[in-house]
């Protein structure tokens, strides 16, 4: 029996280590490692006045279920602004979301929004914006709340590119990949 025992600790101490491993591979990149790029992100420049994006959004196994247009009206004053969102979605569907942001320190925004549970916290870094936040989603009648990981990164002065996944218990539902354009 104490050989079964101590072979029983040795798989279980190695499981734990492969799965500690295999999470830690699961960690995302720091904004950080983003400071030294450029041309810098200011996001309330970028964001004043109008604003075009196209975007998609693919499921888990990379179909594409949705694709949208959405024009965003800007505006900034004082470390606030608003971010008017108007969506037309490629099934009819039209959606308007209003962000309300605020700078809360070098780098550092909160955002809210009606279908916002809670805040959106998000930090720039060079010409990236990291932003988490979790939004209430209407589906097939319910609402679901799930978990987005957003990256911002600016390209140059007109483009910025825009990556989202999301989730809900941690298992990845998909993807939002969006092109912004100023005029």
Request: some cysteine; overall charge positive; hydrophobic content about 40%.
């Amino acid at each position: 029996m104490s050989r079964w025992l101590i072979s029983y600790r040795h798989i279980l101490a190695a499981s734990l280590i492969f799965s500690l491993l295999l999470l830690s591979g699961c960690a995302g990149p720091r904004i950080e490692q983003y400071a030294d790029q450029k041309p810098p992100l200011d996001l309330a420049a970028y964001f004043s006045g109008t604003t075009t994006g196209w975007g998609m959004v693919t499921d888990r196994s990379g179909a594409i279920t949705r694709r949208f247009v959405v024009r965003i009206e800007g505006s900034f004053n004082a470390g606030k602004g608003t971010l008017d969102e108007y969506f037309d979605w490629s099934d009819g569907e039209k959606q308007r979301r209003i962000w309300r942001l605020e700078q809360v320190g070098p780098g550092k925004w909160i955002g809210r929004a009606d279908d916002v549970v809670g805040e959106a916290t998000g930090e720039i870094a060079g010409n990236a914006l990291h932003w988490r936040y979790t939004l209430a989603v209407p589906v097939q009648g319910r609402v679901i709340h799930m978990a987005f990981d957003d990256w911002m990164v600016l390209i140059d002065d007109k483009v910025m590119l825009n990556r989202a996944t999301f989730s809900k218990f941690g298992i990845r539902l998909g993807e939002v990949t969006l092109s912004f354009q100023r005029p």
